[in-house]
């Protein structure tokens, strides 16, 4: 990936947090560095990604990204993530990866494309060192959005059943034992440009079909008489990161998943941000 994608604003914060090795910072601390120097720097990232998106730099990823985006609006968006995360070389790899970013940082995506951006820069030659600090940013942003975007739904067994069939996959799994792996402070810092990102974008609208993965939705699905089916062969066996690898279902078509307000949801959303500061500034 070109040097100039490759911004870093994690690198700036670990200086800041340097700072405090004989006390740890305030969550008011905390969030006047994010303030001033974490948010801004990720806004620069975005209008970065703006900017090369909408001067693409070779026909190629001119022409992959307009598919990718017209992929994206359909149904949730599958189709574009099972190719985006499923490049055939090396310039697939580098176009792939700007284009989430991009849908990332100037598209409010959710957390699917936060986890396919972190797969996508693992599979990068020089995936260690600075690299691995923006892998884990984004792998804690993706946890982060679906945890925000499920907060909506009335049964938290469904998200928590999104994020673990996600992470459960195998090619995930060399990119969490990496971010387990790297000293608690760049893993507390790399937590709050996670949350950077979150304040930075703003709120997303409704994702409802994240609400239908849930022990309830199953419950009311097999009420109904509907059963317990085997899904594809290769519904597990997904070449990128999309599929969830889970190897039975239940038909919920139809069945609407229950929601909580949005005035309810917007506190929910604040309180995630919160305790994730809290739990970031333990290890500071």
Same mark, same amino acid.
């Given at each position: 990936?070109?040097?100039?994608?490759?911004?870093?604003?994690?690198?700036?914060?670990?200086?800041?947090?340097?700072?405090?090795?004989?006390?740890?910072?305030?969550?008011?601390?905390?969030?006047?560095?994010?303030?001033?120097?974490?948010?801004?720097?990720?806004?620069?990232?975005?209008? &970065?990604?703006?900017?090369?998106?909408? %001067?693409?730099?070779?026909?190629?990823?001119?022409?992959?990204?307009?598919?990718?985006?017209?992929?994206?609006?359909?149904?949730?968006?599958? %189709?574009?993530?099972?190719?985006?995360?499923?490049?055939?070389?090396?310039?697939?790899?580098?176009?792939? *990866?700007?284009?989430?970013?991009?849908?990332?940082?100037? @598209?409010?995506?959710?957390?699917?494309? %936060?986890?396919?951006?972190?797969?996508?820069?693992?599979?990068?030659?020089?995936? @260690?060192?600075?690299?691995? &600090?923006?892998?884990?940013?984004?792998?804690?942003?993706?946890?982060? %959005?679906?945890?925000?975007?499920?907060?909506?739904?009335?049964?938290?067994?469904?998200?928590?059943?999104?994020?673990?069939?996600?992470?459960?996959?195998?090619?995930?799994?060399?990119?969490?034992?990496?971010?387990?792996?790297?000293?608690?402070?760049?893993?507390?810092?790399?937590?709050?440009?996670?949350?950077?990102?979150?304040?930075?974008?703003?709120?997303?609208?409704?994702?409802?079909?994240?609400?239908?993965? @849930?022990?309830?939705?199953?419950?009311?699905?097999?009420?109904?008489?509907?059963?317990?089916?085997?899904?594809?062969?290769? *519904?597990?066996?997904?070449? @990128?990161?999309?599929?969830?690898?889970?190897?039975?279902?239940?038909?919920?078509?139809?069945?609407?998943?229950?929601?909580?307000?949005?005035?309810?949801?917007?506190?929910?959303?604040?309180?995630?941000?919160?305790?994730?500061?809290?739990?970031?500034?333990?290890?500071?």
């Amino acid at each position: 990936m070109s040097s100039k994608l490759q911004n870093l604003p994690v690198l700036a914060l670990l200086v800041v947090f340097s700072q405090f090795s004989h006390a740890a910072p305030t969550n008011n601390q905390i969030k006047k560095v994010m303030t001033e120097k974490s948010i801004p720097n990720w806004r620069a990232a975005t209008e &970065q990604s703006k900017t090369v998106v909408n %001067s693409p730099p070779n026909n190629t990823w001119k022409k992959d990204w307009e598919i990718l985006d017209l992929e994206s609006i359909k149904g949730n968006g599958k %189709s574009a993530l099972n190719k985006a995360s499923d490049p055939k070389n090396v310039s697939d790899l580098q176009g792939n *990866a700007i284009w989430l970013r991009w849908k990332i940082l100037s @598209g409010n995506a959710d957390g699917r494309y %936060s986890y396919a951006y972190s797969y996508l820069l693992s599979l990068m030659k020089d995936a @260690g060192g600075n690299l691995s &600090q923006e892998i884990a940013v984004f792998l804690y942003n993706a946890r982060l %959005s679906l945890s925000i975007d499920g907060a909506r739904c009335e049964d938290r067994s469904s998200i928590d059943s999104v994020i673990a069939g996600y992470e459960s996959q195998r090619n995930l799994l060399p990119i969490l034992e990496m971010v387990d792996k790297l000293p608690q402070k760049v893993k507390a810092v790399a937590l709050l440009e996670a949350v950077a990102i979150e304040e930075m974008r703003g709120e997303r609208t409704g994702t409802e079909y994240l609400c239908g993965a @849930g022990t309830k939705i199953m419950k009311d699905a097999l009420n109904q008489g509907r059963q317990f089916e085997k899904l594809p062969d290769n *519904a597990s066996e997904n070449a @990128g990161i999309n599929s969830k690898g889970n190897t039975y279902g239940v038909d919920i078509t139809g069945i609407k998943p229950s929601l909580i307000s949005e005035v309810d949801w917007q506190k929910k959303r604040r309180e995630i941000l919160e305790l994730s500061i809290s739990n970031a500034a333990k290890s500071l």
